[in-house]
């Protein structure tokens, strides 16, 4: 009869209260309330809360979401990071205040790291290396770095993963799963967001963020891929001591890209490190199809020679030939002001989350291209047309893939990263020849011949398979076998809504029955008087509780 409780917050009763009363006391009473999370607490608490101020003082809605999950700890903060790069779900406000997001995390005591240690490499901290630095040189959420001395004398860093944190992760996964449907169910004016999708691209993210053997891969690859690159330094994963929860690498003593003043004091252009920066970047994303995710000022550090390396591989992003190319496509098209092209390019990319108004689409991509056609390079800023760009597929409810936003979240921060280096510092100066080059790849006499046959190729199996995939339909048509699948939205919700509005009419015409039945006897003096007070007392207390449900649910 009333609304059953999601099983996980049931299995996680504890934390499922700590979540409601970080909400509450941040202000989000009308969320907890629409979320029907105060059926977790015992009534006295429900009125105490509904009656109490938040502790915060007054802030904007963003910032106390910030502060929220700052308090929620590790796995909300990688969550409010990974909101942070999907600006076409959520509003400029919001995504400004979860870049901000600090980790406040406590170290983990030494003991309990060297016995991690020990525990998946097999061997104590003293056999595998010569010395062993108790203080961790930092500490995140996810785990922390100590320094440390190979037998042969050479300096390493080992990241060693916080005891405990992937069972905290996959509860709190659970947890955040339960809330994006609840949301999509209780708060329509969430939809948009994709709570849900949301959702499930953090949990891909995060759960290969906490493998360090995927981080150690990826690092090999890089180092592979950059090893003719005297301008990129990748340290080397030393693999004996390197498992899913303990990464082994080369120790970078570098600059922070940050220390200008040092830079020069040892010779070094902060102008040159910043074209480099770009450069290499670039070679990434259009040669490689590979690029860093994550290239914020504190992953990325600065060798004595002014080698670049860059730090923390846990966040990359990969763009296939397809993607590369569709990118390709819509750039040309702006650069042509080929609206049509532009919108054509954008539907390929993105993926529709509701109906499209093709006309009102056209015309914001008109002016889009508009704003920015026939501006010199050099004042044009990328972050903003990218922003800009990005609001107009939000407007219309275009989602673009998650690698696709990560390479624009990454333009953008390195492209502030570099305009501190270098004030007159201009990511479009180091994009515009890498899109010409393609172009000329692309249009070379051979490249084409090329796709032309591998065209062909492709419609030729099509047509191959033509025959026998007709003949199938056929058959199927001749002996009434051809099925359509139609599927109806929502459907089990209805039902569900359907079948509990039954029940309380069918419950509501019992009790009535019985009320009255109740009340004749009673009025009448008969034999079973003794019995009717009974049943008359149950029938009102099961009605007001029936009345009560109704209320609780909101559904009246």
Not at 38 to 45: D, I, K, V
Not at 93 to 118: C, G, Y
Not at 171 to 195: G, I, N, Q, T, W
Not at 314 to 333: I, P
Request: glycine content about 6%; aromatic content about 8%; overall charge neutral.
């Amino acid at each position: 009869m009333f609304e059953a409780r999601p099983i996980r917050f049931l299995r996680n009763l504890g934390r499922s209260r700590e979540i409601a009363t970080v909400l509450l006391n941040h202000g989000f009473a009308d969320v907890v309330e629409r979320l029907r999370l105060m059926r977790y607490f015992q009534w006295w608490r429900r009125v105490v809360f509904r009656r109490r101020q938040p502790v915060e003082p007054p802030a904007t809605r963003a910032q106390r979401l910030r502060r929220a999950l700052e308090e929620l700890g590790p796995t909300f903060i990688k969550f409010g990071q990974v909101g942070s790069t999907r600006p076409d779900l959520l509003p400029a406000d919001v995504i400004a205040e979860l870049t901000k997001l600090q980790e406040r995390v406590p170290t983990f005591s030494p003991e309990r790291a060297i016995k991690q240690f020990a525990d998946d490499i097999g061997c104590p901290v003293d056999v595998a290396f010569d010395d062993f630095q108790r203080t961790p040189l930092a500490s995140g959420s996810l785990g922390q770095v100590h320094l440390a001395k190979l037998k042969n004398g050479k300096p390493v860093a080992v990241k060693i993963r916080r005891p405990g944190v992937v069972d905290e992760i996959e509860r709190d996964l659970s947890l955040l799963l339960e809330l994006a449907a609840l949301a999509e169910k209780y708060l329509p004016e969430f939809e948009v967001f994709d709570p849900t999708g949301l959702v499930n691209q953090f949990a891909r993210t995060i759960r290969r963020e906490v493998n360090f053997m995927r981080e150690a891969r990826t690092l090999d690859e890089f180092r592979r891929l950059f090893r003719n690159d005297a301008t990129l330094f990748v340290p080397s994963v030393h693999w004996d001591y390197t498992t899913e929860s303990v990464l082994t690498m080369d120790f970078v003593d570098g600059l922070p890209v940050s220390a200008h003043e040092k830079m020069l004091a040892r010779g070094i252009s902060p102008i040159d490190i910043a074209a480099n920066g770009a450069r290499i970047f670039m070679k990434q994303v259009f040669e490689l199809g590979l690029f860093h995710g994550d290239p914020h000022p504190g992953n990325i550090r600065v060798m004595p020679d002014g080698v670049i390396c860059l730090l923390d591989y846990g966040m990359t992003g990969r763009l296939d030939d397809d993607k590369r190319e569709q990118l390709l496509d819509l750039m040309v098209a702006v650069a042509r002001q080929d609206v049509g092209g532009v919108v054509k390019m954008v539907l390929n990319i993105g993926v529709p989350f509701r109906e499209i108004d093709h006309q009102l689409l056209q015309s914001d991509v008109r002016d889009f291209v508009e704003t920015y056609y026939g501006v010199d390079l050099e004042r044009i800023n990328i972050g903003n047309m990218l922003t800009d760009f990005v609001n107009v597929l939000a407007i219309h409810g275009i989602r673009f893939p998650a690698d696709m936003m990560l390479l624009i979240r990454a333009l953008v921060t390195l492209e502030g990263v570099g305009r501190d280096l270098d004030s007159h510092f201009n990511m479009a100066e180091h994009l515009a020849p890498y899109v010409q080059r393609l172009v000329r790849e692309r249009y070379n006499p051979r490249n084409m011949i090329a796709r032309f046959f591998d065209e062909t190729q492709a419609m030729g199996s099509v047509l191959y398979d033509l025959p026998v995939n007709l003949g199938r339909t056929l058959e199927k048509i001749s002996h009434d076998d051809l099925r359509v699948k139609i599927e109806f939205q929502d459907i089990d919700q209805l039902t569900t809504e359907v079948d509990r509005s039954s029940n309380r009419v069918v419950i509501g015409m019992v009790l009535a029955a019985l009320i009255v039945a109740s009340s004749l006897i009673i009025r009448t003096g008969s034999d079973h008087f003794w019995i009717s007070v009974p049943v008359y007392l149950l029938s009102s207390f099961l009605g007001l509780w029936l009345i009560y449900g109704i209320f609780r649910s909101g559904s009246l």
